[in-house]
């Protein structure tokens, strides 16, 4: 969700000559104003805000106050505050025949609740959000019918002679499946699988919402405009045009060396932020012959999103740089 300035005025850069021209973010609706919010308090804490031990207190609390529940309470509560981090199932109360049934039912329902959140309830929030899903991103990518471009039997000629994952050989251009390291791999699915979804908002084809759907890939798009000449003047645009002139191109580059990875998934991180994963790839000494020493595959994704989205007109004026 986009942040809101709350005071009405938009902040400034502060940078001559444009000073006074508004600071924007991107968004789904465009290039728009944008501040940003300190306060966190009304943030709601994390499911595992109340580690285990104050669960097993407050439901033993819960529990009738008497002769006969007082000790037993109190040798259950002691046990937990004294044994934070111990297992339950070695609670001794667990093998004593005098300890009141409802006293273990209490450590039961703890333990029962929290397998519930942590292994039920978190897994399945977490699972329903492209920007926080880990074991389901292959099928956030088959559900949102995302295609390589450059791994394809027939590829688009437009992508050019040779691409950075093909060499040139007797029979023309072959593929070379790229060897990512895991951790990049799995970013890049987590960024695609974004992407995807914000395409798929049903943004105004701008330059200011393309650049918001790639953003997570770390690229960007910027137009290309040929020099001026005196029987053709150029008229300047802004930067969230929504056509796509004959004679302007559009260079898709990376916007940054690293993208976010995917994180442990664990219910007590999601205040955490996400590892930053270098967003090129060095393939090393040890690759064939032709193919360059650095791969930029956020790059290469975003270059097939963009194609997928402009009209036909604007993609064989779409160069990269990777």
């Given at each position: 969700?986009l942040?809101?300035?709350?005071?009405?005025?938009?902040?400034?850069?502060?940078?001559?000559?444009?000073?006074?021209?508004?600071?924007?973010?991107?968004?789904?609706?465009?290039?728009?104003?944008?501040?940003?919010?300190?306060?966190?308090?009304?943030?709601?804490?994390?499911?595992?805000?109340?580690?285990?031990?104050?669960?097993?207190?407050?439901?033993?609390?819960l529990?009738?106050?008497?002769?006969?529940?007082?000790?037993?309470?109190?040798?259950?509560?002691?046990?937990?505050?004294?044994n934070?981090?111990?297992?339950?199932?070695?609670c001794?109360?667990?093998?004593?025949?005098?300890?009141?049934s409802?006293?273990?039912?209490?450590?039961?329902?703890?333990?029962?609740?929290?397998?519930?959140?942590?292994?039920?309830?978190?897994?399945?929030?977490?699972?329903?959000?492209?920007?926080?899903?880990?074991s389901t991103l292959?099928?956030?990518?088959?559900?949102?019918?995302?295609?390589?471009?450059?791994?394809?039997?027939?590829?688009?000629?437009?992508?050019?002679e040779?691409?950075?994952l093909?060499?040139?050989?007797?029979?023309?251009?072959?593929f070379?499946?790229?060897?990512?390291?895991?951790?990049?791999?799995?970013?890049?699915?987590?960024?695609?699988?974004?992407?995807?979804?914000?395409?798929?908002?049903g943004?105004?084809?701008?330059?200011?919402g393309?650049?918001?759907i790639?953003?997570?890939?770390g690229?960007?798009?910027?137009?290309?405009?040929?020099?001026?000449?005196?029987?053709?003047?150029?008229?300047e645009?802004g930067?969230?045009?929504?056509?796509?002139?004959?004679?302007?191109?559009?260079?898709?580059?990376?916007?940054q060396?690293?993208i976010?990875?995917?994180?442990?998934?664990?219910v007590?991180?999601t205040q955490?932020?996400?590892?930053?994963?270098?967003?090129?790839?060095?393939?090393?000494?040890?690759?064939?012959?032709?193919?360059?020493?650095?791969i930029?595959?956020?790059?290469?994704?975003?270059?097939?999103?963009?194609?997928?989205?402009l009209?036909?007109?604007?993609?064989?004026n779409?160069?990269?740089?990777?």
């Amino acid at each position: 969700m986009l942040d809101v300035n709350t005071t009405g005025d938009p902040p400034l850069s502060g940078k001559p000559p444009m000073a006074m021209i508004p600071v924007t973010k991107l968004g789904a609706d465009g290039c728009v104003p944008f501040t940003e919010i300190d306060e966190v308090g009304c943030c709601p804490p994390p499911l595992c805000g109340n580690d285990l031990c104050c669960t097993f207190v407050a439901f033993m609390n819960l529990l009738p106050s008497g002769p006969l529940w007082d000790y037993w309470k109190a040798a259950a509560i002691s046990y937990f505050e004294s044994n934070p981090s111990a297992d339950p199932a070695e609670c001794p109360l667990i093998s004593d025949p005098q300890c009141p049934s409802l006293i273990l039912h209490a450590i039961y329902a703890v333990l029962k609740l929290r397998i519930v959140v942590h292994d039920a309830l978190w897994v399945a929030m977490r699972e329903s959000n492209p920007y926080t899903a880990i074991s389901t991103l292959d099928n956030y990518l088959a559900r949102l019918e995302w295609e390589d471009c450059y791994n394809q039997h027939c590829r688009s000629v437009l992508l050019g002679e040779l691409t950075p994952l093909e060499v040139w050989t007797e029979c023309g251009p072959m593929f070379c499946p790229p060897n990512y390291p895991p951790e990049l791999e799995e970013a890049l699915k987590r960024a695609v699988a974004i992407a995807l979804t914000r395409a798929n908002m049903g943004i105004i084809k701008n330059l200011c919402g393309i650049n918001w759907i790639i953003e997570p890939l770390g690229a960007q798009i910027q137009p290309i405009y040929p020099p001026p000449e005196p029987t053709h003047p150029i008229v300047e645009v802004g930067p969230c045009v929504s056509y796509c002139m004959e004679d302007v191109g559009f260079l898709i580059s990376s916007k940054q060396d690293w993208i976010e990875g995917v994180g442990s998934g664990d219910v007590c991180e999601t205040q955490l932020p996400l590892p930053q994963i270098p967003a090129y790839w060095d393939q090393g000494c040890d690759r064939p012959a032709g193919l360059p020493d650095r791969i930029w595959p956020g790059v290469l994704a975003a270059e097939c999103i963009v194609r997928s989205m402009l009209p036909p007109t604007c993609p064989p004026n779409i160069k990269r740089a990777c």
